[in-house]
């Protein structure tokens, strides 16, 4: 079993309303990314902050678990460490863990199918996406890096960790992975009638 955690805490400060909740089609955002990760992975997990309640109640009703980050304003970083000491916790026997967030509309359970099973194939430590020259999420870290995760602080990702371990990382293209959801030009440029 491959753990997916899904980094939803932040304010969506650029945005001025949870990008969580925006819809896309049919479904919010946050909605879209937990069904696919519950199609990738038996273990899916939500680490929510600001505007808690109003985005816990979209996905209540789903086989995600869900946790509070009462210190998400501290930066990604903690949603990250909360995540890794809640599994090292309650599943000793994770040896990998998928980190993705809630705004990257094109992200799929193809995808992240594949990084899971690339995990189990090769020898590198950390599988991550490629898009517009960068690495990124969503990424997969193993057992050894769980250490490092834990170490991050602030508005550190875990974008530090494959920076500084280039020669560990084994990268898979995601040609649409630079697609994100930041402010309203953003929400407002997607294609119309995108229902994924």
Same mark, same amino acid.
């Given at each position: 079993m491959t753990p997916i955690v899904i980094l939803a805490a932040g304010s969506s400060s650029?945005?001025?309303t949870p990008k969580q909740n925006l819809y896309i089609g049919r479904h919010t955002l946050l909605q879209q990314m937990v069904q696919v990760a519950i199609a990738?992975?038996?273990?899916? %997990?939500? =680490?929510?902050g600001a505007n808690f309640h109003a985005i816990e109640a979209t996905i209540n009703?789903?086989?995600?678990?869900i946790l509070y980050n009462k210190d998400w304003a501290l930066g990604m970083s903690s949603s990250i460490k909360l995540a890794v000491s809640h599994i090292q916790l309650k599943h000793t026997n994770t040896d990998a863990i998928v980190f993705m967030v809630c705004d990257q509309p094109y992200v799929n359970a193809e995808l992240l199918k594949? %990084?899971? =099973?690339?995990?189990?194939?090769?020898?590198e430590e950390i599988i991550a996406c490629s898009y517009?020259?960068?690495?990124?999420?969503?990424a997969?870290?193993?057992k050894s890096y769980f250490p490092e995760l834990l170490r991050l602080n602030g508005k550190e990702g875990a974008k530090k960790i494959l920076e500084q371990h280039m020669e560990d990382v084994y990268t898979i293209p995601f040609l649409l992975g630079s697609v994100d959801i930041d402010t309203e030009e953003d929400y407002n440029n997607l294609p119309t009638g995108l229902d994924l």
């Open positions: 650029r945005m001025g990738a992975s038996d273990k899916v %997990l939500v =680490i929510l009703d789903t086989n995600a678990g594949e %990084l899971i =099973i690339t995990a189990c194939k090769v020898k517009n020259g960068i690495m990124g999420v969503p997969v870290f193993k």
